[in-house]
């Protein structure tokens, strides 16, 4: 390359016009004196931190104290502290393991015992980040908990969804083929299926982004019939063998994953290993949060029938226990602010539960989509 990359951090740095760049390793002076001066300017950075410690101290502190002082436990439970000096203890780090506990603190308390921590990789264990801190207000652990919660959940779905392309590439790969694949949902409201994944080149991604209908007749009979399709038919292009295999939703919708590859011998098994990994995908998002009916996670698509977001993947539970796949976000502010490209944080009560709700918008796979974390509150 003829010049340094800019970098995400700073846009207002000049970048020598000879600096070479590789992998992100420095490999000259040049490289090296850039980097050198982003991090000064970086550095000298000013913050109010007076104002930060202020707003901080508000949401931890009362000066009285509380004589009947509640926490949360561990798990989430109510707990009475039993000593009058008695505060909440909480321990928290990237990974999500929380210790939460009544501890006995007779000192005055102030933002002082605030910390944050980065503690150093230890052989193969990555670097996290630990947040301590002691409060006296009556269950006052639960701001900050439902902030580091909600928004390291939504960096695990941005993180798995920006994994697709890399794995729809490896799939590829793996078996030597042009392997289109594609995950589609059944909408409840007009019984369409709204494009939720999709993989096939770059030319035809840009024009059947997610949210687009899959409307292929001769497939959609034998899904809406709950059997797999295995023939050929002309999508995507060219004549090609195709495999879809549909399931039955809890909640009733259905899904179905497809995918298609052109003549060749290993027809039947290679169509069926890119299914089976494929589903082995979608598996995974259901493992990316704790399995209880509190911290969860959905990735929404806006249907271009309906032109309303579509839980194409969710752990939200509806009023029978059953994942709320296929179903529509009516909450009128969150949508109001998607239409904005706006993040919208607060409480909504989604079938029947209240829940404190982070939606952010995204621009994933040449659409926008919102992906959703919340935490049930108490």
Excluded at 192 to 201: C, D, E, F, P
Excluded at 208 to 220: A, D, H, K, N, Q
Excluded at 241 to 246: M, R
Excluded at 281 to 307: A, D, G, M, Q, R
């Amino acid at each position: 390359m003829n010049s340094c990359p800019r970098t995400i951090f700073d846009q207002s740095l000049s970048v020598p016009s000879n600096c070479k760049y590789e992998k992100m390793h420095i490999f000259d002076n040049c490289n090296y004196d850039y980097a050198v001066k982003l991090i000064n300017h970086i550095t000298k950075r000013t913050y109010n931190d007076e104002q930060m410690w202020s707003k901080l101290a508000s949401l931890l502190y009362i000066p009285e104290g509380s004589i009947k002082l509640e926490c949360y436990d561990r798990d989430n439970n109510v707990q009475q502290c039993l000593l009058v000096d008695n505060v909440c203890h909480v321990i928290m780090n990237n990974n999500l393991t929380i210790q939460k506990q009544c501890t006995n603190h007779s000192a005055p308390l102030d933002v002082s015992y605030f910390k944050t921590e980065e503690n150093p990789p230890v052989s193969h264990h990555p670097k996290y980040n630990t947040i301590t801190y002691v409060c006296n207000k009556p269950l006052c652990k639960m701001h900050l908990v439902v902030v580091f919660q909600i928004t390291n959940a939504i960096k695990k779905l941005h993180n798995y969804l920006n994994y697709f392309k890399d794995f729809a590439a490896n799939l590829k790969k793996q078996t030597g083929e042009e392997l289109p694949i594609n995950y589609n949902v059944q909408m409840q409201d007009d019984l369409n299926y709204t494009r939720g994944l999709v993989a096939i080149s770059p030319h035809i991604d840009k024009r059947v982004p997610p949210g687009t209908i899959f409307s292929t007749p001769e497939v959609l009979e034998s899904i809406n019939a709950e059997k797999v399709f295995e023939e050929e038919i002309q999508v995507y292009g060219p004549l090609r063998y195709g495999v879809a295999v549909p399931f039955t939703e809890a909640n009733g919708q259905q899904v179905f994953y497809i995918t298609a590859i052109r003549s060749s011998s290993k027809l039947a098994t290679t169509t069926r290993f890119a299914i089976g990994q494929f589903i082995g995908y979608i598996h995974h998002f259901y493992t990316l949060l704790p399995k209880n009916k509190e911290n969860v996670l959905t990735y929404f698509v806006k249907s271009s029938s309906t032109l309303e977001w579509v839980r194409t993947l969710t752990t939200v539970k509806d009023e029978n226990d059953n994942y709320a796949t296929g179903t529509t976000l009516t909450n009128a502010a969150v949508i109001k602010k998607g239409k904005r490209g706006k993040t919208f944080e607060g409480v909504v009560t989604l079938f029947g539960r209240n829940y404190s709700a982070v939606y952010k918008p995204f621009f994933l796979f040449h659409a926008k989509v919102l992906l959703f974390s919340t935490t049930l509150t108490k």
